[in-house]
Structures are given as structure tokens and as C-alpha cells.
């Protein structure tokens, strides 16, 4: 079963940068078709920022374009997001997800089957 681990997550102030990392490990016979990060803050819902499929197309939420990147190093199994130019607003709990069905990217949370721990990302101003 696959399992999910983040890091990199911290305390910055406004302008920062922060890079999470997603580790995966139990590949059985496929590996994921889609990775995404999602984030949450308190009293939100969780909400998509990025996703990138096996072919390494990248998607992003539009409030996060220019500033995030996401990218993926299939030799360590892990996921990276790049976060440039942090806001305030960017303050959340950050969770990477794995989609192992579905053969596209998705934005809902609801086609991800794995979920990591999550890593809290704060931005003071």
C-alpha cells in the first residue's frame, strides 16, 4: 500500500520561500498517475494548489501561478513543491495526495486515494 510522507513545511515571513517534498514509498505494480498538494487552512475547506501526471504535466490553482512549482523526481519517488513569493494567505496545512485510479489530474480532492500526513506551511506579514 502506498504511503505518503511530506516535509519541508515551516515558519517564513511574507516574500519567502519554502520547498515541501513528498515521499513515496510501497509501490506495488503501478505507480501513481496523477500527484497532486493540496492545502487547508482553519475553518476552510481543503483546496487544490497543484498536480502533475506521469508524463510530468503540471497544473496549478491560479492564485499560486508564477510563485509554485511542482515537480517530481521518479528515480526517489518524490513530489516537490516549490513555494516563491509566500502570502500571508498561503498559511495552511499542505497534504500531498496520490491519485492510483483515475488516468488524469483532477482538482477534487475526491480522486485521490492516498493522502500524506500533511505539513504546516505558516507566512507571517
Known amino acids: 500500500q502506498v504511503q505518503l510522507v511530506e516535509s519541508g513545511g515551516g515558519s517564513v515571513q511574507s516574500g519567502g520561500s519554502l520547498r515541501l517534498s513528498c515521499a513515496a514509498f510501497g509501490y506495488s505494480y503501478s505507480s501513481p498517475l496523477c500527484m497532486g498538494w493540496f492545502r487547508q487552512a482553519p475553518g476552510k475547506e481543503r483546496e487544490w494548489v497543484a498536480s502533475?501526471?506521469?508524463?510530468?504535466?503540471?497544473s496549478y490553482l491560479d492564485s499560486v501561478k508564477g510563485r509554485f512549482t511542482i515537480s517530481q523526481d521518479n528515480a526517489k519517488n518524490t513530489v516537490y513543491l516549490q513555494m516563491n513569493s509566500l502570502k500571508a494567505e498561503d498559511t495552511a496545512m499542505y497534504y500531498c495526495a496520490a491519485n492510483m485510479v483515475y488516468d488524469y489530474c483532477s482538482m477534487s480532492y475526491l480522486s485521490y486515494q492516498r493522502w500524506g500526513q500533511g505539513t504546516q506551511v505558516t507566512v507571517s506579514s
Open positions: 502533475i501526471d506521469s508524463r510530468g504535466r503540471a
